[in-house]
């Protein structure tokens, strides 16, 4: 008797009940979706990031061209004689960062020098432009100059971070050389062990 009852126990353990009757039409189908109206109401995006939120996240990556874009500043180069580059002749996205607050991690090829102060430099985004003298695109350096009150120091292959407002477009810089892409008018500029982004 003990026997039988604990092997109806165990068949009654593992068989399944039959499911309600209005549950039956539904077993193994998959779970239903969201609701005809939740369907269609608009994915919301996150909040769009700032010019100076996508400068601190992206670095240079935020300022990278394509090759079309790279000939469309070129052409307007030679156009002004190697005098200037307005604005205008920038992608839109690119546009935006006038004006915007940056803080930009790269390396510092020193220009003019007072005593032992840097007032301004090339920003490259690749220490090999800084080591081996190989000529950075548009988008690959910055020409930055210190704000009146503020300077900088140089250590070779040593890796800064500055602050300041970037400028896109500019005028010439010196005789012999081409107006910068990029400008930064710059109040900081600090020693840090690498770039967070190249």
């Known amino acids: 008797m003990r026997r039988a009852f ?36 608009p994915v919301r995006a996150g909040p769009r990031l700032s010019p100076a939120e996508r400068l601190a996240r992206d670095g240079f990556e935020a300022l990278r061209m394509n090759d079309a874009e790279r000939a469309t500043i070129a052409a307007a180069l030679e156009a002004s004689e190697h005098k200037q580059l307005p604005l205008e002749c920038f992608p839109e996205r690119v546009r935006e960062f006038d004006g915007a607050s940056a803080v930009l991690r790269g390396w510092m090829i020193p220009g003019r020098m007072e005593k032992r102060a840097v007032r301004d430099f090339m920003l490259v985004r690749d220490n090999a432009a800084c080591c081996f003298g190989a000529m950075p695109t548009f988008d690959e350096w910055i020409h930055v100059e210190m704000e009146p009150g503020h ?17 896109i ?28 982004r190249p």
């Open 169 to 196: 477009g500019g005028r010439e810089l010196v005789e012999g050389i081409d107006p910068p892409a990029l400008r930064l008018r710059a109040t900081r500029c600090r020693f840090v062990e690498s770039p967070r």
């Open 6 to 41: 604990a092997l109806a126990l165990s068949i009654a353990a593992c068989s399944e009940p039959e499911p309600p009757a209005e549950l039956a039409s539904v077993r193994g189908k998959p779970i239903a979706g969201p609701t005809s109206a939740r369907a269609e109401e």
């Open 151 to 167: 300077e900088a120091k140089y250590l070779k292959q040593v890796c800064v971070e500055v602050t300041g407002t970037l400028a």
